[in-house]
């Protein structure tokens, strides 16, 4: 007997199971669909992303609609386009057996009028964004004060889209009467505040804990410094020579630059952010799920949506600003039952992010070496040599072989085989011949080394030949960092360099944010130094002829050289450049010059810093 059957769903549902291949019910339809089915109840049914949700809430609701009545019963809201056409799409292959029920889904992008249309030639079930059935309801193209049913999938990506407003208004245009059903994969307190205003003591279901990961992802984590980030990544897809993955970047630049990278190094690969038309995006996601694109590059609001079964690997290029983001992030491996990997890419500032997400997720991550040249060289050789004997011969090829066997037949079968594999591998061997460690300083060596409480102080690689002075550095690093003017102290600009001191609790962000800074090709460099800014350690912090330097790596000749060496950028450009630009806001800043160093300040250096200043905001947010 199928384990369907059990649950209490009819014959015309179970032909469609049967039809979709379906054996066993998921954990959440275990829970979920002999409750909805056996009364009308709001209910809360938290899973991750990938375990199931659409059918638990989507065969009892079926079952329970009159497919005779052709007027709305029932509005699933859902965040994106793309999911929204996915759910309409396993609705009708659930109802293929019942005549007469018809589901429309209405979304963004498409002809308002014509889906208006198709609502009033009779829609029992709607599927739609927030959005667009917001602006439906406002022009009075649809009629949802009557609906029985309404189901909020994916309530948590609803609202981190910033669709609370609209969720509130719709669900304000249906009767207090009706059944709601709300989907998720976390619990922020956005999603426990439309719970509690517009549910009725709604019972509620949890697959595993509250926001945990999804038991069949494992979680791994690569340190590296900022500027081997694109090298970590070539080395993690060349490791895994059957990747079939989602890569996650912060910003749309950062997402067409590497996917462009990729492109350019072999690699079969697209990027998928909002600056693509739908036809670009559609075009993108179909060459995806046919596998005809083995890495996609997305940021985390185009990803939204993505239902792709045999995903082996997510990889987070760069960690989400929120936390919770993760989560979805590692939803996107592991589904239907299979195994998959998330894997993250940080530098040293970024392992306490590491530790939040664990508690959140409830899952311990795995911290690993970035694979060596060797190590890459040895795993590609033998998926060659396994490939090869696996393929499955075309026989078209017989009518070539005796030419073949002619060329061929002077070479002893050791040396042809190291010759075929060579055709391939020479050039995995050639790239890795002389490649470097590029694992950094691992987090179990690394307690310490950043400050926790108190004042840290700062080497940057920029001073008055930049044509900043004290306070035109304190108000671009207070720009880019995106802090007060207070939180920056201690401004001491030298001649190719300067420093500059924050509070401990600001380390991590100024470390991660100057990680990502270019100026014109140019590697804006920022390093913690041991002395706290005070008169008598500022001389040996900058080497100051007077002072007697001390003889530490932090030392003043050290820093010194760095700032020289740094200047021109040559030997620290990096190749996985970015912006913040999702992030920042396009503040003024007051650069008018203070009393206490007017006199010092000339009018031509106050309007180059500024040039400069605004060179760093363009390549931010460009």
């Not at 939180?487 to 470390?511: H, P, Q, R, W, Y």
Request: net charge neutral; aromatic share 6%.
């Amino acid at each position: 007997m199928n384990k369907f059957e059990q649950l209490g769903l009819n014959e015309s549902l179970l032909l469609a199971i049967k039809d979709l291949g379906f054996e066993n019910p998921s954990e959440v339809q275990e829970k979920a669909i002999p409750i909805l089915l056996e009364k009308d109840t709001d209910i809360v049914a938290l899973a991750q992303t990938g375990t199931g949700k659409t059918a638990a809430f989507g065969f009892p609701l079926i079952q329970k609609i009159n497919a005779d009545d052709r007027n709305t019963q029932a509005l699933i809201l859902s965040p994106t386009r793309e999911l929204c056409l996915q759910i309409t799409n396993e609705i009708k292959l659930y109802s293929k057996y019942i005549k007469g029920l018809n589901t429309v889904a209405v979304y963004g992008g498409a002809n308002i009028n014509e889906q208006a249309k198709e609502v009033k030639r009779g829609a029992q079930i709607i599927v739609a964004t927030p959005g667009r059935m917001q602006d439906m309801i406002n022009r009075g193209l649809v009629n949802i004060k009557n609906i029985d049913y309404c189901v909020l999938d994916e309530a948590d990506e609803m609202l981190n889209m910033g669709f609370y407003d609209d969720i509130c208004s719709i669900l304000a245009d249906t009767p207090d009467e009706k059944s709601t059903w709300l989907f998720s994969a976390t619990m922020p307190q956005e999603v426990a505040r439309i719970a509690k205003e517009f549910m009725s003591r709604p019972l509620e279901i949890t697959v595993g804990h509250k926001n945990s990961g999804n038991t069949n992802v494992s979680h791994e984590f690569y340190v590296v410094n900022g500027r081997d980030r694109y090298s970590a990544l070539k080395r993690l897809a060349d490791a895994n020579p059957a990747i079939f993955s989602v890569i996650f970047c912060r910003t749309k630049r950062d997402t067409q630059a590497i996917a462009d990278k990729l492109i350019e190094d072999g690699y079969n690969a697209a990027a998928l952010h909002g600056d693509l038309s739908q036809t670009q995006r559609d075009s993108v996601m179909k060459s995806f799920r046919q596998r005809q694109i083995q890495m996609l590059v997305a940021t985390d609001v185009a990803a939204r949506g993505i239902d792709v079964d045999d995903v082996t690997h997510v990889i987070n290029y760069q960690l989400p600003d929120e936390i919770e983001t993760y989560t979805h992030r590692s939803g996107r491996t592991g589904r239907a039952g299979k195994s998959g990997t998330s894997l993250v890419i940080i530098t040293k500032s970024e392992i306490r992010k590491i530790h939040q997400i664990e508690k959140i997720i409830k899952t311990k991550f795995e911290e690993k070496p970035i694979p060596s040249g060797i190590e890459i060289c040895e795993i590609q050789l033998f998926h060659l040599a396994n490939k090869i004997k696996d393929v499955e011969i075309d026989h078209e090829i017989d009518t070539y072989l005796p030419a073949i066997e002619e060329v061929l037949k002077d070479i002893p079968k050791e040396e042809l085989i190291k010759k075929m594999v060579s055709v391939e591998f020479n050039r995995f061997l050639s790239y890795y011949k002389n490649s470097r460690d590029l694992t950094a300083i691992s987090a179990g060596n690394n307690k310490g080394e950043i400050p926790t409480e108190g004042s840290v102080r700062y080497f940057i690689n920029i001073g008055t030949r930049d044509n900043f002075d004290w306070m035109s550095l304190k108000d671009f690093l207070r720009d880019t960092l995106e802090v007060g003017r207070d939180d920056i102290f201690k401004v001491d600009v030298k001649e190719g360099f300067s420093f500059f001191n924050t509070d401990a609790e600001l380390v991590e962000k100024v470390m991660s944010t100057f990680e990502e800074i270019n100026i014109e090709g140019r590697k804006i460099n920022v390093e913690i130094s041991k002395n706290d800014g005070s008169r008598n350690s500022g001389r040996r912090d900058h080497g100051g002829r007077g002072g007697k330097r001390e003889g530490g790596r932090d030392g003043g000749r050290r820093n010194e050289t760095s700032g020289r060496r740094n200047e021109g950028g040559g030997d620290r450009r990096r190749s996985d450049r970015s912006d913040r630009n999702d992030r920042g806001g396009d503040r003024r800043r007051d650069s008018k010059p203070s009393g206490e160093r007017s006199g010092r300040r000339s009018n031509s250096s106050s309007d180059n810093s500024k040039g400069f200043f605004d060179k760093a905001k363009r390549s931010r947010r460009s």
